[in-house]
């Protein structure tokens, strides 16, 4: 592919994210299941996680775009765009799950693709060993903010639970495979400063 070809497939990608033209490659797990019986207070909460998950679904798309734009080994580049499809599949399940209860994906999606854009490239530039570690802390820091959620969805919200369940199913792999690709281990420091920053996006997420 010539160096003009890529830059088309990655802006394209790019703003069919920001755009909201997802597309799956597999069916979404709430697909045949029953509506719950929700009030308005749970379709409201239920809509907000989402879309906090729809943020770090794009967040993931350009953070993924990044690592494989400056990974340097072949097989890291291939795996890392194995998982981006798959992530892909979850900006769709969760941008699909919004509509159905009536939210709105947050209206700074084009500032967070670009934060975590320049965050994947940054990371990339370091080296794949460093790549991988920041990925794969990513991942983990995602299984469990994606728990929580679980923790704070109705019962009765089946098709939200079986989204949400299936997303942290493929973070945790994800994850693994960053770890046996060769990851390195990020400082503490490093760690909590990446927490923190979640936090800010999320916080904000949930309410635009």
Not at 60 to 83: I, M, W
Not at 113 to 131: C, E, I, K, N
Not at 146 to 171: F, I, N, Q, Y
Request: net charge negative; glycine share 10%.
């Amino acid at each position: 592919m010539s160096g003009i070809d890529a830059f088309i497939l990655h802006l394209d990608r790019a703003l069919r994210t920001v755009t909201g033209v997802h597309r799956a490659g597999r069916a979404s797990p709430a697909g045949g299941l029953e509506e719950g019986a929700l009030d308005a207070p749970s379709r409201a909460e239920a809509a907000a996680l989402m879309r906090v998950n729809h943020v770090g679904e794009v967040c993931a798309q350009a953070l993924y775009q990044g690592q494989v734009l400056t990974a340097r080994e072949p097989g890291n580049r291939l795996a890392l765009a194995q998982a981006a499809l798959e992530e892909q599949d979850h900006l769709a399940w969760s941008g699909e799950r919004i509509d159905e209860l009536n939210g709105h994906p947050s209206l700074l999606n084009p500032l967070w693709y670009g934060g975590a854009l320049a965050v994947g490239v940054a990371a990339g530039m370091l080296g794949d060993r460093w790549s991988l570690a920041f990925l794969a802390e990513t991942e983990h820091q995602v299984e469990e903010h994606l728990s929580g959620h679980l923790e704070r969805l109705p019962a009765e919200d089946r098709k939200t639970r079986a989204v949400v369940e299936a997303m942290r199913g493929d973070e945790a792999r994800h994850r693994d495979s960053a770890i046996s690709l060769g990851a390195a281990e990020l400082p503490g420091p490093v760690k909590l400063a990446m927490r923190a920053m979640a936090k800010i996006m999320t916080t904000i997420a949930y309410r635009f």
